[in-house]
């Protein structure tokens, strides 16, 4: 390890000056108005076209479709669970482990936590139309 640690140190002596030179260059190019104008000017150019162009190239629509599969599936194995959870309290009531009102409550719940997504979509379209002042 230490071998090719000291290729490295001595490696990179060797190119230092170079580097350094390089270096140099840049800043002494860059420390010219015109030239920071120019070099912003192209940084802010590329910035405010990135989105639009990727948006126009349908990265939008696929990110929007990759989300929405995610929401469905996170959707249908908590809709299982559910499933589960409601067909066992049931079995539990029938049998007489547990009361039907610990059975309807649970079902209670499971309609709650159905709701919650569509709750808060509707809370978030709303909150978007919002205004203040």
């Known amino acids: 390890m230490n071998k090719f640690l000291n290729f490295i140190n001595k490696k990179s002596a060797q190119y230092s000056p170079e580097i350094m030179e ?14 920071q104008v120019l070099v912003y000017s192209c940084a802010m150019f590329v ?16 990110g929007k479709s990759m989300a929405d599969t995610v929401f469905k599936g996170i959707y249908a194995i908590v809709g299982v669970v559910a499933l589960i959870v409601a067909l066992w309290q049931a079995v539990e009531a029938w049998s007489g482990r547990k009361s039907w009102m610990d059975f309807f409550h649970t079902l209670i719940w499971i309609v709650v936590a159905a709701a919650t997504p569509a709750l808060v979509a509707w809370l978030w379209k709303k909150g978007q139309q919002m205004v203040f002042g």
């Open 22 to 35: 390089a270096e140099a260059k840049i800043n002494e190019l860059l420390a010219k108005p015109k030239m």
């Open 47 to 62: 910035a405010m076209t990135a989105t639009p162009m990727a948006s126009a190239a349908g990265f939008e629509a696929e």
